[in-house]
C-alpha cells in the first residue's frame, strides 16, 4: 500500500491569543499529526508565518522522501531470565 498524506498547512491565531501554532496533516486518513519544532519561540508575527511555511515545505519533503510520522521509536528491551 502506497502511503497518502494531505498537504501540511500552518495553523495560525493572532498572537495576544497565546494560543500555540502548528503545522497539520493527516498520514493515510489517520488523525491530524501536529509539528511544532520551535514554531512558539518567535515572537514575531511575519517572523514566525515565514517559519512555519517553511517548516510546512521540510514536512511535505520529507513525506515525499519517504518519512513515516506514526512510526514510534522503540528501544529494544533485554528480557530477564526467569
Known amino acids: 500500500m502506497k502511503n497518502r498524506w494531505t498537504t501540511p498547512k500552518l495553523k495560525t491565531y493572532p498572537l495576544e491569543n497565546g494560543k500555540d501554532w502548528y503545522v497539520w496533516f493527516r498520514f493515510n486518513g489517520g488523525n491530524p499529526i501536529r509539528v511544532k519544532e520551535d514554531l512558539n519561540k518567535i ?8 517559519y512555519g511555511l ?29
Open 54 to 82: 517553511a517548516l510546512a515545505e521540510v514536512v511535505e519533503d520529507r513525506l515525499k522522501k519517504g518519512w513515516i510520522p506514526i512510526k514510534k521509536n522503540v528501544t529494544p528491551t533485554r528480557r530477564r531470565k526467569l
Open 43 to 50: 515572537g514575531n508575527y511575519q517572523e514566525r508565518e515565514q
